[in-house]
């Protein structure tokens, strides 16, 4: 990059908020995903919706790709600048500008932690429900650029349906305001949604206006072990036709159950099928009939044991061997790359066994649990990314798993985006024609293809 | 043949520095979950001075993208070693063991910064320590003017290293270990234990000390204090200069294992899981020393964790002590030796003390030992948020057991014109025993 590109994002930014040490451009080369990085050229760090678009502006002009990021807790490359450029970090942007609660509205700059919105919405008697896994660390604009989902998708939905609108900086510096505090509101294209998760390769969010709900007055978890999936999958279809739903409908598949009792010695039996882990919430009287109803179904289904919590901190314990997932994954080896390839919620023990007969056919090790109740699963991939024989397997396993997705009518990825992880497969999922059409919506807003340049719909 | 040594040479050898960790570091995944509990990564915002940056960089030492240079030794600094990273790590990844890693890297390939070479050169020998230390508390009346707190002294002309408008605890003129006999002698003692002082304790907050010793012979407990006892070594250890620790944590092994005690105890978070710990660690190559260091290890307690777990002090003789309390849980107390409810249960054994927890009271108050010498201005930062939460209590006393984070709390508290003082748990065990006796 020119010197004078450098000292001209250096005047918008202030000296203290560019960097370019090659270690500090070494510490903005990953994300969170396994096996990419690339150097950036230059980081800045803005401070102002103006800044920003100034940045753009000397970016499109010279054809200098952008690579828009938080926290940089992303799963799927989002943020990697795989063609160096400048990486634009919106941490500093963290006010969380207004909370309505008449409207049941907050408006927040990019950069707020998501639990620290929720500890502000929390004095209002309010939550933001989407909650990722990363809620103590991913900012607000991350997780709408990623469309994050979480714990609580199946009742309270993900990020989409909580972004009212937004302020945007486009390719070429201009800047855009889209929906606002209305309930309804159909004045023209729905912008607000074709923004939320469009990984960066759009324009960037300045400033965000989200929807709030009530926060429940009551909770209600309880735990089962079932010796068989296909009962485990029955319970899950048994309690939506009861018509309840849970806040909460988490399941862990054997190979998970295994390696979570080998490290966090929960108790749990070694041949159990799967895990449930449910919560309802809501108003304390329907809280206590749906658990009732729950309890039912569960004896229906041949639940081999069913734990109810009592109290915090009994919940706390059912909690742990969900909890203890991903680190007793981890522990496995070196490298983990946790997927999230979805399914409509009734081929979720379908989708179970087939990655279970994929890891045995390819010799990985792969651990599944997730969100049951909206079909979101994480089946977790164990291996060492410096073995090259190990990951021609990892990889063909990958291709198997995600096509197996596909052909169930599920999708590549349900909360944690395409970036570069998945992207050889969407093609797979949109065929020609819908890829095409992302790529016309990719080319009219960033005809210099400047934004996340590569991602989500690939070379344009 | 040329004798030129090229820019890959240099990386060359500095990656030979880290290869061992080479594992330890590719277990880190890169989710960042350090970033929501890093006090550093709070106040400075990039990923350098967090875990997965710091990690990142050791990797990219080892992948010959950079060597070993003045930034990376930069980012190595900024950690206050609270230890909060390796306790939240979901893969279980030792973080903060991995930073002294990299600084020692640094010592072995840039050598130590001249500030901390001078000071451990003077650690070394420990009698000259010892005279330069009783020396600033003979003379310190010149240069440090005493606050009307107790134990806070501010300097009256400039010091170098040292802000001009900084709180420290002011040298004592008569170092604890000799105020005192070798062996503190009691009528029928119960048992014998040797109490390692520490130097924060010996030669600045000898008033913990003396509470200490008083605590003990209320419990009929007899106190020896080895005299040829030595800084501990985590200061140096942490800086990166792992084998000066070494010889540190041998002379004090050698040392104890000549006394023959019950039990070892000491009234400091550090100095204590530098015993129970660090040294069996530091030997762990060593088969004869890690047996020796552990012998001392399963006999070493932090004061409230002897007192309430092997000793059960008595309650029976305390008197009131009318004050609202918080308290502050030092890192190394916290997450090292994870010891924080037994200070709990000796305040709250105290009649007339109201507790009360602040908010996150396990948090960094930004002292980290020497980090703050050397980066004042982020340690204040750090501090602000802890005076906030203090203050937020409405407390009159805030009780910790560390006597860095009591000079840093107590410099917070005056930046931040508050009225609270600081002191040692042990402290208001002692008054609370003396009011006992005035009864």
Redesign the interface.
């Known amino acids: 990059m020119q010197n004078q590109i450098i000292d001209a994002l250096r005047t918008i930014v202030g000296q203290e908020h560019i960097?370019t040490?090659?270690?500090?451009l070494?510490?903005?080369?990953?994300?969170?995903?396994?096996g990419h990085q690339h150097?950036p050229e230059v980081v800045v760090?803005p401070g102002k919706t103006e800044e920003v678009s100034k940045i753009l502006k000397i970016a499109n002009e010279n054809k200098i790709p952008v690579y828009t990021r938080g926290?940089?807790?992303n799963l799927s490359a989002g943020t990697c600048p795989t063609k160096g450029g400048i990486v634009m970090v919106m941490?500093?942007l963290n006010k969380i500008i207004e909370l309505d609660s008449a409207n049941l509205i907050a408006i927040c700059e990019p950069g707020v932690?998501v639990?620290d919105l929720n500890t502000a919405a929390a004095e209002f008697g309010l939550i933001y429900p989407p909650d990722p896994g990363?809620v103590?660390?991913a900012t607000l604009g991350g997780t709408v650029a990623e469309n994050a989902g979480g714990l609580r998708g199946l009742k309270y939905g993900v990020t989409k349906h909580y972004v009212m609108g937004m302020e945007v900086v486009l390719a070429n510096g201009d800047v855009m305001n889209c929906g606002g505090k209305n309930v309804k509101d159909v004045a023209g294209y729905d912008m607000t949604k074709l923004f939320t998760g469009s990984e960066g390769t759009l324009g960037v969010i300045t400033k965000l206006i989200v929807k709030l709900v009530p926060a429940p007055e009551a909770k209600k978890s309880m735990m089962a072990i079932f010796k068989n999936l296909d009962d485990a999958g029955n319970t899950v279809s048994g309690i939506i036709a009861n018509k309840i739903i849970p806040a909460t409908l988490e399941i862990m598949d054997n190979a998970t159950i295994k390696v979570v009792e080998d490290y966090a010695k929960v108790g749990l039996p070694l041949d159990a099928e799967a895990v449930l882990l449910i919560e309802v919430d809501g108003n304390p009287i329907v809280v206590e009939q749906e658990a009732e109803k729950v309890l039912a179904v569960l004896k229906e289904n041949n639940a081999f044991s069913v734990q109810v919590a009592k109290t915090p901190a009994e919940v706390d314990k059912l909690w742990a061997a969900r909890r203890a997932s991903?680190?007793a994954l981890?522990?496995l080896n070196?490298?983990?790359f946790c997927e999230d390839a979805t399914v409509p919620r009734s081929m979720v023990p379908k989708f179970l066994r087939a990655v279970e007969d994929i890891a045995k056919k390819h010799k990985v090790l792969i651990g599944t649990f997730g969100h049951a109740g909206d079909g979101n699963m994480h089946p977790t991939l164990v291996c060492?990314i410096?073995n090259k024989e190990e990951m021609e397997r990892v990889y063909a396993a990958m291709d198997e798993m995600f096509s197996t997705a596909v052909s169930l009518g599920g999708t590549l990825s349900g909360e944690h985006g395409i970036g570069l992880g998945k992207l050889q497969w969407m093609e797979l999922q949109h065929g020609t024609t819908g890829m095409n059409a992302m790529k016309a919506i990719k080319r009219a807003l960033d005809p210099n293809l400047i934004l996340n340049p590569g991602k989500l719909v690939g070379e344009c | 043949m040329s004798n030129e040594i090229t820019a890959k040479d240099v990386n060359e050898q500095d990656k030979a520095l880290l290869i061992d960790i080479d594992?330890a570091l590719?277990?880190c995944?890169?989710?960042?979950?350090c970033?929501?509990v890093c006090p550093m990564f709070k106040e400075l915002?990039?990923?350098?001075s967090v875990a997965r940056?710091k990690l990142?960089?050791m990797q990219?030492v080892l992948s010959g993208?950079?060597p070993i240079?003045a930034?990376?030794d930069k980012?190595m600094g900024l950690c206050v070693s609270c230890k909060a990273c390796t306790a939240n790590c979901?893969?279980?990844v030792p973080a903060d063991e991995l930073i002294v890693r990299g600084r020692q890297a640094v010592v072995k390939a840039r050598g130590l910064s001249p500030i901390k070479k001078n000071v451990f050169k003077l650690l070394q020998n420990r009698q000259l320590f010892d005279l330069a230390l009783r020396a600033a508390g003979l003379f310190g009346p010149l240069s440090f003017k005493k606050l009307p707190r107790p134990m806070a002294a501010i300097a009256r002309f400039p010091m170098p290293g040292m802000d001009a408008k900084r709180v420290t605890a002011p040298f004592q003129a008569t170092p604890l270990r000799n105020q005192y006999p070798e062996t503190v002698k009691v009528d029928n003692p119960k048992m014998r234990v040797a109490f390692f002082t520490g130097c924060t304790i010996n030669y600045a907050y000898t008033d913990v000390g003396q509470s200490v010793i008083n605590v003990l012979k209320a419990n009929n407990v007899e106190v020896v204090m080895p005299s040829m006892q030595h800084c501990c070594g985590t200061p140096v250890f942490t800086s990166g200069e792992v084998d000066l620790g070494k010889t540190f944590a041998k002379h004090n092994i050698e040392t104890f294992e000549r006394y023959d005690v019950d039990y070892i105890i000491a009234a400091c978070g550090s100095c204590t899981e530098a015993f129970k710990l660090e040294y069996p660690h530091m030997f762990k190559d060593d088969a004869a020393m890690k047996a020796r260091a552990e012998k001392l290890s399963k006999k070493t307690y932090e004061i409230s964790e002897f007192l309430v777990d092997v000793l059960k002090f008595r309650t029976d003789t305390l008197g009131p002590v009318n004050a609202t309390v918080t308290m502050h849980d030092p890192c190394h107390m916290a997450r090292g030796i994870k010891v924080t409810r037994q200070p709990r249960e000796v305040l709250k054994a105290i009649p007339g003390l109201n507790f009360v927890e602040m908010k996150a009271p396990d948090r960094c108050c930004g002292s980290g030992g020497s980090f703050s010498l050397a980066h004042y201005d982020i340690s204040r930062q750090i501090n602000d948020k802890k005076i906030a939460d203090i203050a937020g209590t409405n407390a009159d006393i805030v009780a910790t057991s560390c006597g860095t984070c009591r000079m840093h709390i107590t410099d917070g508290l005056v930046q931040n014109n508050k009225d609270a003082q600081v002191f040692h748990v042990i402290q208001l065990l002692d008054k609370s025993y003396k009011a006992g006796e005035k009864k």
């Open positions: 960097l040490s090659p270690e500090d070494y510490s903005y080369s990953y994300d969170a995903t396994p150097l760090l926290s940089g807790t941490t500093r932690i639990m990363t103590k660390t991903l680190p981890n522990k070196t490298t983990i060492d410096r | 594992n590719a277990n995944s890169k989710c960042g979950g970033m929501a915002g990039v990923e350098a940056g990142a960089l990219g993208t950079f240079s930034n990376f980012a979901p893969c279980g």
